[in-house]
């Protein structure tokens, strides 16, 4: 399965997420959305990603961007990272994969040797007509969010 690439339609969902209820790709029309995928909630690096998109969430705002986060993990678990480290982000929960499979970041991955399936770090931008402008394949997480924020700033303008 390969990642979702520039200029096709972003598949659209409807998931759990942090504070009750759900958010969906369709609901955003009209903004531009940052979808970034992590693989685990509480994560040196998932953590270091979402307090990043935290710190710059006026930004993002004032160029009618949104940020979503999506991991395999429930939003009641999402309430607790939330909660422990104040992220302003809204967390999806695809606890059942089919999203992650959808944009091609649920992958084979090795670590030491041992091969497992999991979420390879990927922000996908999709323009306020559901269409993926930038895709960021396996995100190095120092300096991301700049880069990302960036590219929203010039996209908007």
Same mark, same amino acid.
């Given at each position: 399965?390969?990642?979702?690439?520039?200029?096709?339609?972003?598949?659209?969902?409807?998931l759990?997420?942090?504070?009750?209820?759900?958010?969906?790709?369709?609901?955003?029309?009209?903004?531009?959305?940052?979808?970034?995928?992590?693989?685990?909630?509480?994560?040196?690096?998932?953590t270091?990603?979402?307090?990043?998109?935290?710190?710059n969430?006026?930004?993002?705002?004032a160029?009618?961007?949104?940020? &979503?986060?999506?991991?395999?993990?429930?939003?009641? *678990?999402?309430?607790?990272? =939330?909660?422990?480290?104040?992220? !302003? $982000?809204?967390l999806?929960a695809?606890?059942?994969?089919?999203?992650?499979?959808?944009?091609?970041?649920?992958?084979?991955?090795?670590?030491?040797?041992?091969?497992?399936?999991?979420?390879?770090?990927?922000?996908?931008?999709?323009?306020?007509?559901? &269409?993926?402008?930038?895709?960021?394949?396996?995100? *190095?997480?120092?300096?991301? =969010?700049?880069?990302?924020?960036? !590219? $929203?700033?010039?996209?908007?303008?």
């Amino acid at each position: 399965m390969t990642v979702i690439s520039t200029g096709a339609k972003a598949p659209d969902f409807t998931l759990p997420r942090d504070g009750g209820g759900t958010v969906s790709l369709a609901e955003q029309a009209g903004r531009h959305v940052v979808l970034f995928f992590y693989p685990k909630d509480d994560t040196s690096g998932c953590t270091a990603e979402s307090i990043a998109f935290t710190a710059n969430i006026k930004a993002f705002e004032a160029a009618n961007a949104v940020v &979503i986060g999506m991991s395999p993990d429930s939003a009641k *678990k999402h309430d607790k990272f =939330v909660a422990k480290h104040d992220l !302003a $982000v809204i967390l999806a929960a695809d606890e059942e994969k089919t999203t992650l499979e959808a944009y091609g970041v649920w992958t084979e991955k090795s670590m030491y040797g041992k091969k497992y399936m999991g979420v390879e770090r990927t922000t996908v931008l999709i323009g306020p007509d559901g &269409i993926v402008t930038r895709v960021w394949e396996k995100v *190095k997480v120092p300096g991301h =969010v700049d880069e990302v924020l960036a !590219a $929203v700033q010039a996209a908007a303008a």
